[in-house]
């Protein structure tokens, strides 16, 4: 993990102007990636749910329905 962090230059951050031993390490930070898959960059997202109430069961439901109606959700 550290390696890609490296190859795709996120550690970047990370290293100190002084720690620098030789040019090989900035190269390797440096580096591009050249597969297109590692170029992908994961993208925030949030979610909410405007409705709450088509996620609930119905008030009149016993421990039993709430229990498949809970386990018929959890993927």
Do not use: C
Request: charged letters at 30%.
């Amino acid at each position: 993990a550290i390696e890609i962090l490296i190859h795709k230059g996120y550690a970047r951050r990370y290293v100190k102007e002084g720690d620098m031993e030789t040019n090989e390490a900035q190269m390797a930070i440096d580096a591009p990636a050249t597969n297109d898959e590692e170029n992908r960059t994961a993208v925030p997202t949030a979610f909410a749910i405007s409705r709450p109430d088509d996620f609930l069961p119905s008030p009149g439901s016993g421990e039993e329905g709430l229990m498949k109606h809970l386990t018929a959700h959890m993927d």
